[in-house]
């Protein structure tokens, strides 16, 4: 299985602005440095409370905010600076790459060790720069710089989101057939009116709704149906990435397994790839294959669906499991009951974010903060402690 | 043992006059309440479980109206009594904690304000008093530095805090009934585990009886004593808790354990229910659930079931629910 999208040290702070100049007095620090990765045909679940910054990481994503700092690879190509102004994508494609390849150069003394030193996205950027470009950052920017549109395209059609709300998230003075064959339009997927309709057809009855209603406006529809036809909008694309946001959320129980049944349908018929985010640690462990546990913008656990279960390692982790409650009264569960609330994103906590209420917190915790370990093949902590 | 309940809903039927027809929300439901115990109501959105509550305390909006039924709280028919008689039990028998604290709370008092207006309109003391009994309630509910947190507006507390003061205001004349109506949605699952822990002690404390509304059906099996579940404005199936979770008997009951994600069992399929809640205007003829039952039998559509005793304080609304003991050999969690 190979990594259709990377994502390394990602930051998104959002400035805080007061006073008659709108100066910035402080900075609310959604995301901060989280790197992972997702691998193609799989289920990544993004699991946490309000404010732990998994919405933002799926705008991010999406690039429907810019990051602030840190590398998105999506589909072997460095995506991040697709949408900076470019000046900026400049100056990032300047520090990210040409400065590194020039340091490994005096280090390694050849063009062709620096190449074969590096891998991935790096190694063919390292080529281009080195043959093509002929080590000109002038020539490298616009060699990569070039096409921009239609890299840009090509970004959107391939990475898709379902949102969480089916009410707000449909235009209420569009028909069905604009909402889903907007895109295949746009993206010339299909020519001319017959053709889209029935590709607008096709992926309406794919998602369990008739063709027929493609003339009706979202007010017409249920709750449950609507968040269908999100899905179809999505899904008309024929997207590498689907990224759902609290997408089954909002509705109730009897139709949330409804929708739950049919993404995963539609992934095993359309070889799609998820990040599902929600704060419903159920939900998540019933689609995921790989679970991403956050806390205060940070990464705290990470590992494949069985091993989190199994061995939840990080004290959070365990007292998010022990908090939810089990629909079965045979069970009395021992429950960590957290204190406090979340702090907040603007003061994070010192060292570890999460000690200021963790029921092992210790000394180091308020001074240190722990890092990533590896505690099984696969398994990733952000514990002092973890085994 | 012959326990008496504190509060008796029987045949309770609210109805709302709308432009468009007549909405049976609340069609004939009955349940008790005793004391020291929790009443969970369960169902999905347009069942009928929030207006149960607000018909209780007649507090529906002007097109609503209780057409048939009685609510009886101590042997008393709170349906039939004036509405200044009314006022003196709202808040002080009966106190309700709704969904939303922020919208449930008036942005423009502080939080000691609010308490002290229910202290102060139920028991006969002075401000000083009151206020005394408001930083005592706080402190009860587990908000720290409480002395400061009085004089504090709903917006300067977070989710779980406004909360925490919305159980405080409930709590202040001692209640005989709390009536918790999803009183947990809003929240994280963190601070849930601590309201939902916090509610167990005071009614330990209080013996007071809860009505726990949720959708949640996790939140039912951990706290609730007797389930009453609701489709479509009527009680399918009543049972005491491990009952109805361990045997349950309606279709739809069964449908819905086995329709939710559970981190308890393994599962590779969820159970589908098809088609959606309908229309309140349009219910279908016969049982509600027919046309979504998997198995409906002709008799269904034309007939509406009554409740029928199944075991002992077990009742379901459905003919065939011999069928569902059928269907319960089938492998958990690998529905195809």
């Not at chain 1, 040409?98 to 190449?115: I, P, Q, R, T, Y």
């Not at chain 1, 990040?275 to 640690?281: A, G, P, Q, R």
Request: net charge neutral; hydrophobic share 40%; proline share 5%.
């Amino acid at each position: 299985m190979s990594a259709i999208l990377k994502v390394e040290n990602l930051v998104k702070y959002f400035p805080i602005r007061a006073g008659v100049f709108k100066r910035v007095v402080a900075w609310i620090k959604a995301v901060d440095g989280v790197s992972f990765e997702i691998n193609e045909g799989e289920t990544v679940g993004l699991v946490g409370e309000s404010g732990c910054g998994k919405t933002t990481i799926g705008m991010v994503l999406l690039r429907l905010y810019e990051p602030t700092s840190g590398r998105i690879i999506f589909d072997n190509e460095d995506t991040t600076y697709f949408f900076m102004p470019a000046l900026r994508a400049r100056s990032y494609i300047k520090r990210t790459y040409v400065d590194k390849f020039n340091a490994l150069l005096k280090e390694l003394g050849s063009k062709d060790a620096v190449v074969n030193a590096l891998e991935g996205v790096d190694r063919r950027y390292a080529e281009m720069f080195f043959s093509e470009a002929k080590s000109s950052t002038g020539k490298f920017c616009s060699l990569l710089l070039s096409n921009m549109d239609e890299k840009r395209k090509q970004f959107r059609k391939n990475v898709q989101i379902v949102f969480q709300d089916p009410y707000s998230s449909l235009n209420p003075r569009l028909r069905i057939k604009s909402i889903v064959g907007e895109g295949p339009a746009v993206h010339k997927m299909v020519k001319g009116e017959k053709e889209l309709i029935n590709k607008v057809r096709s992926v309406l009855e794919d998602v369990g709704i008739s063709g027929d209603y493609m003339y009706r406006f979202p007010h017409e529809f249920s709750g449950g149906q609507r968040q269908r036809i999100g899905i179809a909008r999505a899904l008309a694309l024929s997207p590498k990435l689907v990224i759902a946001d609290e997408a089954v959320s909002a509705l109730d129980v009897s139709i949330r397994s409804q929708i739950i049944n049919l993404m995963k349908d539609l992934q095993h018929e359309h070889k799609l790839t998820y990040l599902f985010i929600s704060h419903d640690l159920s939900v998540i462990k019933y689609v995921s294959d790989r679970i991403i546990v956050m806390y205060l913008g940070k990464i705290v656990e990470t590992a494949a669906k069985k091993d989190l279960f199994d061995n939840p390692s990080h004290p959070y982790t365990r007292a998010l499991m022990s908090a939810i409650p089990i629909p079965n009264p045979n069970i009395k569960k021992e429950r960590i009951i957290l204190k406090g609330d979340v702090p907040s994103p603007v003061n994070p906590p010192s060292g570890c974010r999460f000690h200021t209420r963790c029921y092992m917190a210790q000394e180091i915790c308020s001074k240190e903060e722990p890092q990533m370990r590896e505690i099984s093949p696969g398994h990733w902590v952000a514990c002092h402690f973890a085994k | 043992m012959e326990k008496k309940p504190v509060l008796s809903v029987k045949n309770l039927k609210t109805y709302f006059y709308t432009e468009d027809g007549i909405v049976k929300a609340v069609d004939g439901v009955d349940f008790d309440v005793y004391q020291g115990e929790t009443l969970g109501i369960v169902g999905e959105s347009g069942c009928g479980k929030s207006v149960t509550a607000l018909s209780i305390l007649r507090i529906l909006d002007e097109k609503g109206r209780i057409v048939e039924g009685q609510v009886l709280l101590d042997g008393v028919d709170l349906t039939k009594i004036e509405e200044q008689d009314m006022r003196k039990i709202r808040g002080k028998d009966i106190a309700i904690i709704f969904q939303e604290p922020m919208v449930a709370l008036n942005p423009v008092f502080t939080i000691g304000d609010q308490i002290m207006e229910a202290i102060m309109l139920h028991q006969k003391v002075d401000e000083k008093t009151a206020r005394n009994m408001a930083v005592d309630l706080l402190r009860k509910v587990g908000i720290p530095e409480p002395e400061k947190r009085i004089d504090q507006y709903p917006h300067e507390l977070s989710g779980g805090m406004r909360q925490r003061a919305m159980i405080a205001m409930a709590l202040s004349c001692k209640p005989k009934v709390l009536i918790a109506d999803e009183p947990t949605t809003a929240l994280d699952v963190t601070i849930q585990a601590q309201i939902m822990e916090l509610m167990k002690e005071l009614q330990k404390e209080y013996g007071m009886a809860i009505m726990l509304i949720t959708h949640d059906l996790g939140l039912i099996a951990e706290n609730a004593d007797r389930v009453v579940v609701m489709y479509a404005g009527k009680v399918v199936e009543y049972a005491d808790v491990k009952t109805l979770f361990n045997d349950p008997k309606h279709p739809y009951t069964w449908g819905l354990l086995h329709a939710i994600p559970r981190l308890d069992i393994e599962q590779t399929r969820l159970y589908n229910i098809p088609g959606v809640v309908p229309d309140p205007l349009h219910f279908p003829p016969g049982c509600k659930f027919n046309p979504r039952c998997e198995f409906k039998e002709e008799r269904c559509t034309r007939e509406e079931p009554q409740l029928i005793e199944v075991g002992e304080n077990h009742t379901v609304r459905c003919f065939f629910w011999q069928k569902v003991d059928e269907a319960k050999k089938r492998k958990v969690g690998e529905f195809v």
